[in-house]
Nanobody, 121 residues
Framework: QVHLVESGGGLVQAGGSLRLSCAAS????????MFWYRQAPGKQRELVAA???????NYADSVQGRFTISRDTAENTVYLQMNSLKSEDTAVYLC???????????????WGQGTQVTVSS
């Protein structure tokens, strides 16, 4: 079992920055990829950024050039550095991990509880 805990959300003015963190805990598993999603009220959930175990990254067009996803050397924590924030970035941000238990051929997706990011104009 894997437990994901996000932190770093809050209130920031437009043009400011925040860094979100997502820490994974547990044992006897490996993480193939980690993702940041966001969802605003009345809007579809959006994949914001993704990073593979090998370090490859992808970003939504809406955040390209402003957000950066990264992970620590132990591959147990993923970060989302958010710069030049806009009001439209306001959403609940959720961490997701694609996990493979040791000696398993089956993968599982785990979600964090989400952290609120509010950008004031």
């Amino acid at each position: 079992q894997v437990h994901l805990v996000e932190s770093g959300g809050g209130l920031v003015q437009a043009g400011g920055s925040l860094r979100l963190s997502c820490a994974a805990s547990g044992s006897r598993f490996s993480i193939n990829a980690m993702f940041w999603y966001r969802q605003a009220p009345g809007k579809q959930r959006e994949l914001v950024a993704a990073i593979s175990s090998g370090g490859s990254t992808n970003y939504a067009d809406s955040v390209q050039g402003r957000f950066t996803i990264s992970r620590d050397t132990a591959e147990n924590t993923v970060y989302l550095q958010m710069n030049s924030l806009k009001s439209e970035d306001t959403a609940v941000y959720l961490c997701n991990a694609l996990v493979v238990p040791d000696h398993s051929m089956v993968s599982y997706a785990y979600w964090g509880q989400g952290t609120q990011v509010t950008v004031s104009s």
